[in-house]
């Protein structure tokens, strides 16, 4: 029986998915809000050598293990506890450690294709897309990927030019048609945030309300 509520969250890279996911987790106060992201179930690269394995395209649906994100969300839903990957960006592969998650009543899942995969789609009881224009989202991960993710500036232009803008035209906007709410400028979009926490606060009571009964 499915006891908890999944919330997607999908846009282009730097378009502020995960600053809305979290503000949004903030607001609502609760450790019954838990947050997945898509980019902890990116294949492990670890057995081919290190430099090949920048060159890799990680915009495409191939790149992700979807069938074991989709497998751990349909158990986090039914109440059951999880061994959630840890990838690293820096060497482009999983740690040997997991996390352990456990049963919450919301499941807020953010990343590049998670509306564009049926299988996560339409695990989704809300679908959000984050619209903001291309250009920003590429000022924000250059900065981000210097400071956070170990790349030099050649390598962020070089690989947005192969693969992330390409990407994004062939699968990531397309999933734009999938979603129910679409968050123009993205994380700092204050109003579409708060009536987003408004609406997921109401789902969390009447969830809640249906678990104790059950
Ligand atoms: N509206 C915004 N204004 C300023 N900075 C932002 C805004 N939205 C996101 N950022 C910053 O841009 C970077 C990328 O945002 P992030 O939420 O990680 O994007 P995504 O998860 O979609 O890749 C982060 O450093 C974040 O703090
Ligand atoms: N080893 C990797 C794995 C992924 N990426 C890039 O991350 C982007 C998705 O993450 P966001 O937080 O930006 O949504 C995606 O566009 C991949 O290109 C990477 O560079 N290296």
Excluded: W
Excluded at 38 to 58: C, H, M
Excluded at 76 to 103: C, N
Aim: net charge neutral; hydrophobic share 40%.
């Amino acid at each position: 029986m499915k006891r908890g509520i999944l919330i997607g969250i999908a846009g282009a890279s730097g378009s502020g998915k995960t600053l809305v996911a979290n503000t949004i987790i903030e607001r609502l106060g609760s450790d019954k809000v838990v947050l997945i992201q898509e980019d902890s179930y990116y294949k492990d690269l670890s057995d081919i050598p290190l430099d090949a394995r920048a060159g890799r395209n990680f915009d495409h649906p191939d790149a992700f293990d979807h069938d074991l994100l989709a497998e751990h969300l349909t158990k986090l839903l039914q109440g059951k506890t999880v061994a959630h990957p840890i990838y690293d960006y820096k060497t482009h592969s999983r740690l040997k450690e997991t996390r352990t998650v456990g049963p919450h009543t919301i499941v807020i899942l953010e990343g590049i294709l998670v509306l564009n995969e049926p299988k996560l789609r339409n695990l989704m009881d809300i679908r959000v897309f984050i619209d903001t224009a291309l250009d920003i989202c590429f000022i924000r991960r250059l900065q981000r990927d210097i400071e956070e993710r170990g790349r030099s500036v050649e390598s962020v232009i070089t690989q947005y030019e192969n693969t992330v803008r390409p990407m994004y035209f062939q699968f990531i906007e397309p999933s734009k048609r999938y979603a129910d709410i679409i968050i123009p400028r993205g994380g700092k979009n204050l109003v579409a945030i708060d009536i987003l926490t408004t609406k997921i606060r109401s789902l969390l009571l009447q969830q809640e309300k249906i678990n104790l009964e059950a």
